[in-house]
Structure formats: structure tokens, C-alpha cells
């Protein structure tokens, strides 16, 4: 994670690749950003050997204290066998805590690039504002179709109706 210092050089690279380009057009976007990522290191046996300062509430949270099995409604075991059997370079879900929380979760391996895996990688970001935000979108989009009905209904009932006022008169 370069946290936004060679942005320019990630679009080079993603466009040579293939690879997906980084998601901000900006230092200050990622700067933005950077926090409500959390880095999560494994080991095989599924116990937490290092984790980044913003990860350590969370993982409180989980009760990762005896090793990181799930997170929250997400079974962690199965995306680490996919991993760790090859199937999958990375993989990820979402995540929703019993709180509401919601995080995106990334699943990687992480070692020597020769060797096998040494553990894993886990990236959990709080997506749960942009969940909402997602939900008030959608809820808005469904209340102004139904007002578009409504309206249309309306004039269709009201284009006989002025025809009889207007007769009755």
C-alpha cells in the first residue's frame, strides 16, 4: 500500500498489467481513505501476528484474541482454504458485524515470493457509511419512480374528470 506518494506511477502500472487502476484520482483521496483501512496479518493456523493500529478496535470487537476464524456473518476459514489451496490469488466479501458495522474483507497470502505462503493477509475496510449512503440512493430512486407513477395516474384521472365539471356546468 503506497498510500497515494507514486499515484501516477500505479495508473503506469495498472495500465501495463491490466490490473485494476487504484480507486483514487488523488493524494488527498487516498488520504481520506487510509484510515478506514485495516491491515490484518495471519498465520497459517488462522492466529493474528501483527495488525496496524486502526485494525486493533475491530479485532477487540471480534474477540480475535485467540486467533480470527470470521468476521462477523463471514466464515474466514473457508476464503483462507481458497487462498492457501491455490484456487484464488485473493478473494473477498462483505462483512456485517452484529452492531451493523459493515467491512469489506480481502483475503491474501503473504511470504516469500519463491516459497510457499507464510500466512495471510486479511484487509478489512469500514465500508458502512457507504453502505447507507448506498441505501438512501436506492430508497430515494424508488420514491421518485413511484411519485413519476403517481403523477402520471393523476393526469390520466383528472384529463375525464374535467371533461364532466365542465359538462355539469
Not at 113 to 131: E, K, N, S, W
Request: proline content about 5%; glycine content about 12%.
Amino acid at each position: 500500500l503506497v498510500k497515494g506518494a507514486n499515484l501516477a506511477m500505479e495508473h503506469v502500472e495498472a495500465e501495463m498489467h491490466g490490473w485494476r487502476p487504484a480507486p483514487y484520482g488523488s493524494k488527498q483521496e487516498v488520504d481520506a481513505n487510509y484510515k478506514a483501512v485495516l491491515d490484518v496479518l495471519l498465520d497459517p493456523a488462522c492466529q493474528v501476528s501483527q495488525a496496524n493500529a486502526s485494525a486493533q478496535p475491530p479485532l477487540g470487537r471480534l474477540g480475535a484474541t485467540g486467533g480470527l476464524r470470521s468476521v462477523g456473518d463471514l466464515d474466514l476459514v473457508g476464503l483462507a482454504y481458497d487462498v492457501l489451496a491455490g484456487r484464488r490469488e485473493a478473494c473477498g466479501a462483505e462483512a456485517v458485524l452484529p452492531d451493523g458495522t459493515r467491512f469489506e474483507v480481502t483475503v491474501a497470502t503473504w511470504g516469500d515470493p519463491g516459497g510457499g505462503p507464510d500466512g495471510l493477509v486479511i484487509v478489512l475496510q469500514d465500508v458502512t457509511t457507504a453502505a447507507a449512503l448506498r441505501a438512501q440512493v436506492a430508497r430515494s430512486e424508488k420514491l421518485s419512480g413511484l411519485g413519476r407513477l403517481l403523477a402520471g395516474v393523476a393526469h390520466e384521472l383528472n384529463n375525464p374528470l374535467s371533461v364532466v365539471v365542465a359538462r355539469a356546468v
